[in-house]
């Protein structure tokens, strides 16, 4: 199971064991993705979320290389080797098939929404 705190400091944990997520981005994107679980997102308006002042090809390139991080962290790990995300070439969206918890319930707040990510 997947379980990721926003609350607080960002934390991410794969059957109880930590998941190294370094990249920023990448961790935008999964929260983002979790916050609207079962929405398929267009890739462009991703980029241009969390890359706003990069050229599209760009933004576009740093969206793949953080679905490729994500994709590496928390991999295909579900039963019948499911993945968490949903992804083809238009869209992107976070599995709620998955068996993933996230804490964004008011009972275990523990601090700002991603402090120190200053995306809107």
Not at 51 to 61: L, S, V
Request: proline share 4%.
């Amino acid at each position: 199971m997947l379980e990721v705190k926003l609350l607080g400091q960002f934390d991410a944990r794969l059957d109880g064991n930590p998941v190294e997520i370094a990249s920023r981005p990448a961790q935008s994107l999964l929260a983002y993705l979790m916050l609207n679980a079962g929405t398929a997102h267009r890739r462009e308006k991703l980029a241009g979320l969390l890359w706003p002042d990069t050229a599209e090809a760009n933004a576009r390139r740093n969206l793949r290389q953080a679905l490729w991080r994500l994709r590496q962290a928390i991999g295909r790990s579900q039963p019948a080797g499911r993945d968490y995300l949903i992804a083809d070439d238009i869209t992107i969206a976070f599995d709620t098939a998955s068996e993933y918890r996230l804490d964004t319930a008011v009972s275990v707040y523990g601090g700002d929404l991603l402090p120190g990510f200053y995306d809107e």
